[in-house]
């Protein structure tokens, strides 16, 4: 049933999963080949660890990061070899995406907020550039030294950009940032499968663009 709620004044979007595909699985492969290893132990070695954590703020530099990638993965790659499986993760762009947001950014301002870092960031900032531009803004963790879901990095996009954190929705592929969105007062969609991201987005757009009113499941 629909629930009434406080008009929505822009829109956040994850970039990865969301606006275009990323697949790890390339870059474990990338790296095992390089190490003479099987890529299911490059996987099973690999962390979101504090180190990554630490590289996505912006406070620790590739070359550190890779550094303790020697040590956690136990292959003893050369910078620019993991930096090579590093990049190997981006894909094309998830078909609907780029229509829609172009179809919609001039009725509603369209920001993004991605986790990433300087290295990544070169290569999707090119690769994607046509569609980047439907973005007011392109909010980026390590150049604002916070990351999803901290709250803090939530509040900081919501003061930048001059709207309130209840009249943002924000669109995501990992159940965590969503939650740590909703847990500060914005609204957030799931997004849960690649083949339905652009139904989902349409479908929540459809009313909040038009009335203000956000749909959920009873």
Do not use: C
């Amino acid at each position: 049933m629909p629930v009434t709620s406080p008009k929505i004044d822009a829109l956040l979007f994850d970039l990865g999963g969301v606006v275009f595909e990323i697949d790890f699985n390339r870059m474990f492969a990338r790296w095992a080949a390089y190490a003479g290893e099987e890529p299911e132990t490059i996987r099973a070695r690999f962390s979101l660890d504090a180190f990554y954590a630490r590289h996505e703020r912006g406070e620790i530099q590739a070359t550190e990061y890779f550094a303790s990638l020697r040590s956690s993965l136990q292959i003893n790659l050369s910078d620019a070899q993991f930096a090579d499986g590093w990049t190997a993760i981006y894909l094309d762009e998830i078909p609907g995406v780029a229509q829609l947001l172009r179809s919609v950014k001039d009725q509603i301002p369209l920001y993004a907020f991605t986790n990433s870092n300087p290295t990544h960031m070169v290569l999707w900032a090119n690769r994607y550039s046509e569609t980047l531009k439907s973005f007011r803004r392109v909010f980026v963790s390590s150049d604002l030294g916070l990351r999803k879901p901290e709250p803090e990095a939530f509040a900081a996009i919501a003061e930048t950009i001059g709207v309130s954190l209840d009249r943002i929705l924000f669109f995501d592929d990992t159940r965590e940032n969503v939650e740590g969105a909703m847990a500060v007062g914005m609204r957030a969609i799931h997004i849960d499968a690649i083949e339905g991201v652009p139904e989902t987005i349409a479908n929540s757009l459809r009313n909040v663009v038009q009335t203000g009113t956000l749909w959920r499941e009873p």
